[in-house]
């Protein structure tokens, strides 16, 4: 009698405890509302770092919009009418086009991620890219979409590069800063990628620890074509906390400078320290120096671009002579500065 008794208050606790947790769940879960009309379908909207993610097919669909799924790129596409917006899965780029036809780029605070084989983005992703107004009701946890009004893209972030402008053409080494109007918590480093408008893959060109600092970009040859440079920042984690794009084009001209030496010198000093000044991203540089009179030739190992290289001349060197410098790209093509000639008068 006392096992029976025993038995049934465990089962009674174990259905209240499971009604709880029903009633837990049913005042935890997110409704979506479309037009006035709530969504029954699954799956549900969840919340993930403070910010309410939700599914895109299922929102974009009710809204007679259409979705293109990409299982190779990882990408997802919203059409509706002339305007798209391509997003790519566990990417902050966000990829728009206008009824223009115009494309222009932007970052997203949390990337789209794929949970149960569905696709979830932020709420302001799917404003922006449907162009309806969407709000988030934090006391009822729902989701309110309303077809009536229409709403601007909304950037995510006030970070702006300032010192390239979109759609610039980039022949050669370019400054890379931005401008940060309010405070961003936490932020320690900032990147500067490139990324190739067409795979979204990229790499970083600059990065740092002073936020609002200039940082050099030396464009390699094989950067040439239309890419997107994007300035991160980040926290001390690697944790995105806001950034800002923009679609450039690389399109390289080489320039190679031979410094320490000038026009005509007359060189008595027992070395002279040669530099390379250039425009690009270099693997290598070499030195070469032809007396004028023998018609001896010196070509140097190679060197660091961005170092110093040590002439020391020896007696042979007096007279006249050219002396000029070769950078070579990664794939060894060689692109030689201008000849510096002079003159060099020595004793031993």
């Not at 902050?92 to 990337?111: R, T």
């Not at 027992?270 to 540089?285: H, K, P, Q, T």
């Not at 001349?313 to 000029?324: F, Q, R, S």
Request: net charge negative; aromatic share 8%.
């Amino acid at each position: 009698m006392k096992r029976s008794r025993m038995l049934l208050i465990l089962i009674l606790m174990m259905l209240f405890s499971f009604c709880i947790g029903l009633e837990a769940f049913a005042q935890d879960s997110i409704k979506i509302i479309i037009d006035g009309n709530v969504v029954d379908e699954k799956p549900n909207p969840f919340i993930k770092d403070s910010r309410t993610l939700v599914p895109v097919r299922l929102i974009s669909e009710k809204l007679g919009a259409e979705i293109i799924w990409d299982e190779y790129n990882r990408t997802v596409e919203i059409i509706k009418g002339s305007k798209s917006v391509m997003l790519t899965i566990d990417s902050h780029l966000v990829k728009y086009k206008s009824e223009n036809e115009d494309e222009f780029y932007n970052l997203c605070d949390v990337a789209p991620e794929i949970v149960n084989s569905r696709t979830f983005v932020p709420i302001r992703l799917v404003s922006n890219a449907l162009g309806v107004e969407v709000e988030w009701n934090k006391d009822t946890r729902t989701v309110i979409v309303d077809t009536s009004k229409s709403a601007d893209i909304k950037p995510f972030f006030d970070v702006k590069i300032s010192s390239v402008k979109s759609g610039q053409v980039i022949n050669g080494k370019t400054d890379l800063q931005v401008e940060i109007p309010n405070e961003i918590k936490g932020a320690t480093e900032i990147k500067y990628i490139l990324i190739n408008s067409n795979s979204t893959k990229g790499f970083i060109v600059g990065r740092g620890n002073n936020l609002s600092a200039r940082y050099d970009f030396f464009p390699s040859m094989e950067d040439n074509g239309e890419k997107i440079l994007v300035a991160a920042i980040y926290d001390d984690k690697g944790k995105f906390l806001a950034g800002d794009s923009i679609p450039v084009k690389i399109n390289v001209t080489p320039k190679v400078s031979l410094t320490g030496l000038n026009q005509n010198q007359i060189v008595t000093e027992d070395s002279a320290l040669l530099g390379a000044e250039i425009n690009f991203s270099a693997a290598y540089v070499k030195y070469e120096m032809v007396h004028l009179e023998t018609g001896a030739v010196y070509i140097s190992p190679e060197v660091d671009p961005y170092g110093k290289f040590t002439m020391i001349p020896v007696m042979e060197d007096n007279g006249n002579m050219a002396i000029k410098v070769i950078a070579y790209d990664k794939n060894n093509n060689p692109f030689p500065s201008e000849k510096v000639y002079i003159t060099g008068v020595h004793n031993s």
